[in-house]
Every structure is written in C-alpha cells, then in structure tokens.
Nanobody, 118 residues
Framework: QVQFVESGGGLVRPGGSLRLSCAAS????????MAWYRQAPGKERELVAT????????EYPASVKGRFTISRDNDKNMVYLQMSSLKPEDTAVYYC???????????WGQGTLVTVSS
C-alpha cells in the first residue's frame, strides 16, 4: 500500500544543482516525519535529510548541511530535496521514506540516481 516514486536524478557537473521529487502514497503524509536517504555502491545507506510533519523542523548531517534543503507539500503528497554545490561524493541513488523511531519505513521505492561528474 505504501509507495514512493522518486524522480529528478541525472548527470550534473560539480558545483551544479538538482531538485529531486518524491511522490508518496498509501499513508497520511501530513503526520509523518519524512526523510531522504542515499546509497552509493559499496557504501552504507546514509540519512541526508529529515523534515518533521507539523513543526517543519529540518535536520541534516554535516556532509550536506548548507547545500541540501528538504521540503514537503502535503496537499500534493510530495517531498522534495533541493541540492546545490554538488560534489562527486554526492553521487548515489537517492530514496525518500518515512522516519520513525530513528528508522526508515519498511517499503522502499526504486530511487533516483544522481551522478556528479565532470
């Protein structure tokens, strides 16, 4: 029932910008903290952004703070990740998901690939 469809990835040069979109369905989006994760080949999945449901509080790890911005449009069941000043180390498949008790939900979408390269 729960579904996530990520889009907006692609090839971008270092220093460039990209906006990712996530269409969420099957649950009350407006009551869940939402998050973006990423995973590069051979690396652990990494949490890169969270956004609470009501207070709209955001959190980012040091690796992306100041460069990434998570946002949401509950009326459209959408979550976004605006990325700027992209670096090669940002290359990964990006996923959106819920965030409860410090963990993602059990259902994952296909993700969208972001490749930062010259």
């Amino acid at each position: 029932q729960v579904q996530f469809v990520e889009s907006g990835g692609g090839l971008v040069r270092p220093g460039g910008s990209l906006r990712l979109s996530c269409a969420a369905s099957g649950f009350p989006l407006n009551t869940y903290t939402m998050a973006w994760y990423r995973q590069a080949p051979g690396k652990e999945r990494e949490l890169v952004a969270t956004l609470t449901a009501f207070s709209r509080i955001t959190e980012y790890p040091a690796s992306v703070k100041g460069r990434f911005t998570i946002s949401r449009d509950n009326d459209k069941n959408m979550v976004y990740l605006q990325m700027s000043s992209l670096k090669p180390e940002d290359t990964a498949v990006y996923y959106c998901n819920t965030f409860r008790g410090g963990r993602p939900g059990d259902t994952w979408g296909q993700g969208t690939l972001v490749t930062v390269s010259s």
